[in-house]
């Protein structure tokens, strides 16, 4: 991982730099106190097209000076620089050092350049995409060891700042902290991450100020989640609920942030096919951004009071698993007719949400949920899917993932396709028709289990594991949600 510094301290002479230029050529303050030798205006004169922002300019040994490597990055976009834009910058910048297997570096304060924002907070948007871009998963894998080939990742990079900045780069880093404590939970195999192992790592939240209770299965049982229970009855690892709470202020009735954790998904009885069925340990995707949005939130003590809930449940084949053909009795009350025992995460949902809203009464709930593959028909990799009760709260969730970079496309949840998930024999069934609008009828059976109260639903199956690099995010878990959730409560349920 980097260690992300910020100083307010002079250029240092020697080692690596990096220094900002404008696209129309400008340089800043630290740019231009390089340029005696003109090194950086005629780098940027240097082939490779537009000056245009993101682009970095590297030099080895710039000629009259002591530095090993001077990086120029460029920076601004003609329509208004964004703090997005910035974290992309950073993300680049460490993209570029890695690639020259830099260990250690020294960004220049961006001053002097015209950003429409104040250098703390450009500083503190670089400093998270750096940070996220970082990021590796890499505690199953050997160190390279000097002289070898292999990832050799960026150790230290110091952003120098001409103020004595650090309000905005603590919340940054924090926020950095939690995407990437929700990745690694993400990206742990279901033989180390199972329901109750998870349960105990979400204990470590009462370090931040979280409180944090959990149902073993014998509560469950009692509670009646028989729902959640038939999902996990066929593992050796029985089922837990994890309930947390961040109570940054008094208000009358907090905001719910709920969970999907199936820590494996065979499929049980409707055993998925071998192929790519590995991918299955990323199914507790939706509860690890709820628990590093609890995280976050606490971290930055939000001004709001926040339950956040998980339903952790492994689901595999067994003599003791749940048959295609069961008919459970939910949480609510309702039944259900389990056709097939791979469409596992409305069911756990199903208990969670009606618990959730039963015992607090939140004023909104938020899910998410590797819920269908059908979403990534639909959406593909590049935005998750959004359905709601209430138009507001969906407003609110688009804007969220627009500003964050975690963007949402509503779907519908219409009166027709309530009809999808009628059953013959039970008050509902848990599949739809076949292909036909599958994400949908996996969101309407869940809006039976929230009655009125504004819900949304975040279906983020195509977004929570890119297998390919993005713009903040090597390949593999991308924290999906933990920013998303951060900022809809900063917009929308926090005292101003
Ligand atoms: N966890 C899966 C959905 C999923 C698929 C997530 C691919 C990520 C990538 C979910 O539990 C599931 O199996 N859904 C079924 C529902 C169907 C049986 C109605 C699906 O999408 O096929
Ligand atoms: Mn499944
Ligand atoms: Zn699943």
């Given at each position: 991982m980097v260690e992300i510094s910020v100083a307010h301290e002079a250029l240092p002479e020697e080692g690596v730099v990096v220094v900002f230029a404008g696209a129309d050529g400008s340089?800043?303050?630290?740019?231009?106190?390089?340029?005696?030798?003109?090194?950086?205006?005629?780098?940027?004169?240097?082939?490779?097209?537009?000056l245009r922002h993101g682009r970095i300019v590297s030099l080895a040994l710039p000629a009259g000076l002591r530095l090993d490597r001077l990086l120029v990055a460029v920076v601004g976009k003609p329509e208004g620089t964004k703090a997005r834009d910035l974290e992309e910058l950073g993300a680049a910048i460490v993209k570029q050092l890695e690639a020259e297997r830099v260990e250690e570096a020294v960004v220049a304060s961006p001053a002097g350049l015209e950003l429409g924002m104040a250098e703390d907070a450009?500083?503190?948007?670089?400093?998270?995409?750096?940070?996220?871009?970082?990021?590796?998963?890499?505690?199953?894998?050997?160190?390279?060891?000097?002289?070898?080939?292999?990832?050799?990742?960026?150790?230290?990079?110091?952003?120098?700042?001409?103020?004595?900045?650090?309000?905005a780069l603590a919340r940054a880093r924090g926020l950095a902290r939690a995407v990437a404590w929700t990745r690694d939970l993400v990206s742990e195999p279901a033989n180390v991450l199972y329901p109750q192992s998870f349960a105990q790592i979400c204990e470590s939240l009462s370090e931040v100020g979280v409180e944090v209770e959990v149902l073993a299965p014998a509560d469950l049982e009692k509670l009646g989640m028989r729902a959640l229970l038939a999902v996990g009855q066929g593992s050796a690892h029985p089922p837990h609920v994890v309930v947390m709470r961040w109570k940054g202020a008094a208000q009358e009735a907090p905001v719910a942030l709920v969970g999907k954790g199936v820590c494996f998904d065979s499929g049980g009885i409707s055993l998925k096919p071998s192929a790519g069925m590995q991918d299955m340990k990323w199914d507790m995707a939706g509860a690890a951004a709820v628990v590093g949005a609890m995280r976050a939130l606490a971290q930055r003590r939000a001004a709001a009071?926040?339950?956040?809930?998980?339903?952790?449940?492994?689901?595999?084949?067994?003599?003791?698993?749940?048959?295609?053909?069961?008919?459970?009795?939910?949480?609510?009350g309702k039944t259900i007719e389990v056709i097939n025992t791979d469409a596992e995460g409305r069911l756990l949902l199903a208990d969670v949400l009606a618990y959730v809203c039963e015992r607090f009464r939140p004023r909104a709930v938020v899910d998410l949920a590797t819920l269908t593959?059908?979403?990534?028909?639909?959406?593909?990799?590049?935005?998750?899917?959004?359905?709601?009760?209430?138009?507001?709260?969906?407003?609110?969730?688009?804007?969220?993932?627009?500003?964050?970079?975690?963007?949402?496309?509503?779907?519908?949840?219409d009166e027709p396709y309530e009809k999808h998930?009628?059953?013959?024999?039970?008050?509902?069934?848990?599949?739809?028709?076949?292909?036909?609008?599958?994400?949908?009828?996996?969101?309407?059976?869940?809006?039976?289990?929230?009655?009125?109260?504004?819900?949304?639903?975040?279906?983020?199956?195509?977004?929570?594991?890119?297998?390919?690099?993005?713009?903040?995010?090597?390949?593999?878990a991308t924290g999906f949600g933990v920013r998303l959730l951060d900022r809809l409560v900063a917009t929308t349920f926090e005292e101003k």
């Open positions: 340089l800043s303050a630290a740019a231009a106190s390089l340029d005696g030798e003109k090194v950086v205006s005629r780098a940027l004169r240097l082939p490779g097209g537009k450009a500083i503190a948007a670089m400093a998270l995409g750096a940070e996220m871009r970082a990021y590796r998963f890499d505690k199953y894998r050997r160190p390279a060891e000097d002289g070898e080939d292999g990832p050799k990742p960026l150790a230290r990079l110091r952003f120098l700042s001409t103020s004595a900045a650090g309000e009071d926040v339950v956040g809930i998980i339903g952790l449940a492994e689901n595999m084949p067994s003599g003791t698993a749940q048959r295609p053909g069961d008919v459970v009795r939910a949480y609510s593959g059908a979403v990534i028909v639909a959406l593909g990799h590049e935005r998750a899917g959004l359905f709601a009760n209430d138009d507001a709260l969906a407003e609110a969730l688009l804007r969220a993932g627009e500003d964050v970079g975690e963007p949402l496309w509503r779907l519908p949840l998930i009628e059953s013959d024999i039970a008050d509902l069934k848990n599949v739809g028709r076949g292909r036909e609008a599958g994400s949908i009828a996996g969101a309407v059976f869940l809006k039976a289990f929230v009655g009125e109260r504004p819900w949304a639903h975040l279906d983020i199956a195509g977004v929570a594991w890119s297998s390919r690099d993005l713009a903040l995010v090597r390949k593999g």
